[in-house]
């Protein structure tokens, strides 16, 4: 199994054979075979020309909106800009997303340096805040005590952690699946917010005090080149109304992205061998992928294909919907339920599980 503190960096490589879940009826490997084919097929090697491509386009779009705000000035319509500058951020997510997976280069300061260029400098999100969280979740997706995304926060994941909830965070949790969508255009202020958090926190996931100098250097950045520009092109009023805009809807974008990808999927602490199962059944089981073309690859970044990006955390994004076959009948074979579902009946289902998981609270009130 991929280790905790190496998910993001790690080459992929069949895990050690465990009790329980990995074992094939003949022994060895449920992965094993599948890594071989995989790598047969040449998809976990790197895309670095497509990559610079893509940023090369997102670069001239990011430079392209910034010259609209200054031809355009303090204009109401310049509040139009904020929606292909939300698409174009998104974009940088999942540029830092894949460079921390090591999937853009074999090179580690490579991607070390790309990522730290589009999470903290374009994004305003910590590098290392970020890498340690999702680390975590690679390494035991959808397990409440061990993946810090279905920790019971604002959302609510599992009936169990309804227990005490009363008050405003009770009634969020009533209303958990209502209130999705709206709590999602939240989530890039949340980004930026637990990023500099952690910064500041003597428990955060920095290791150098050179690391911490330098995250917080580029974040500092970011905020002030995001407000100067706003600041010096609309008039105040118009730039707090733009920021908004761009943050409410890049939130919204983002959530769009990770929303389906694991909610409403078997929770691996709810089954008595959930602990034992190997990395093909854990990241399988708990992840969902979504049936579309090639505008849904773009809009969710490649992460409709979260079970291969589980499976293989460095495979480049390119790559993906082209090991989606294999993985597929690998999972046949071995008699592992493959999820794929369209666009909307993932949400449907992801939905769902919220509005269930809250109706104790809704039975009691």
């Known amino acids: 199994m991929p280790q905790a503190t190496a998910t ?95 999937q853009i280069g074999a090179d580690r300061r490579l991607n070390r340096t790309i990522q730290l260029v589009h999470a903290n400098l374009l994004l305003g999100m910590s590098q290392e805040w970020w890498n340690d969280k999702h680390n975590r979740h690679h390494a035991n997706p959808n397990h409440l005590d061990k993946d810090p995304d279905v920790a019971a926060d604002v959302l609510v994941f599992a009936a169990h952690q309804t227990t005490g909830l009363a008050g405003f965070r009770g009634w969020l949790t009533r209303h958990q699946a209502w209130l999705f969508f709206p709590l999602t255009t939240l989530e890039g202020i949340a980004l930026k917010v637990y990023g500099f958090q952690a910064l500041f926190s003597k428990n955060g996931p920095f290791r150098t005090r050179r690391e911490r100098l330098v995250e917080g250097a580029l974040l500092l950045a970011h905020v002030a080149g995001y407000a100067a520009l706003l600041l010096t092109t609309l008039t105040v009023g118009q730039a707090l109304l733009f920021a908004m805009i761009h943050q409410m809807l890049l939130g919204l974008h983002l959530g769009m992205a990770f929303a389906p990808n694991h909610k409403g999927m078997e929770m691996p602490d709810a089954h008595p061998d959930g602990d034992s199962w190997g990395h093909l059944r854990r990241q399988v089981l708990t992840s969902r992928n979504i049936r579309g073309g090639v505008l849904t690859d773009w809009f969710l970044g490649g992460l409709n294909y979260q079970i291969e990006h589980h499976l293989f955390p460095s495979m480049p994004r390119p790559h993906l919907r082209l090991a989606q076959p294999a993985v597929r009948a690998h999972c046949r074979t071995v008699g592992i339920p493959y999820t794929e579902t369209g666009f909307v009946e993932s949400y449907r289902q992801a939905l769902g599980h919220l509005h269930e998981v809250g109706e104790p609270l809704r039975s009691a009130a």
Do not use: C
């Not at 069949?14 to 060895?28: E, K, Q």
């Not at 097929?41 to 910034?66: I, K």
């Not at 974009?91 to 894949?98: L, Q």
């Open 8 to 102: 993001l960096t790690a080459p992929d490589r069949a895990p050690a054979p465990r009790r329980g879940g990995d074992s094939r009826r003949g022994g060895g490997s449920e992965f094993a075979p599948l890594l071989r084919t995989i790598k047969e097929q040449g998809l976990l090697e790197r895309r670095t020309g497509w990559y610079a491509r893509g940023m090369a386009v997102n670069l001239l779009g990011l430079a392209a909106v910034a010259a609209g705000l200054v031809l355009l000035g303090p204009s109401w319509w310049a509040l139009l800009l904020a929606v292909p500058l939300a698409l174009l951020s998104a974009r940088v997510a999942f540029v830092g997303h894949d460079a921390g997976h090591a």
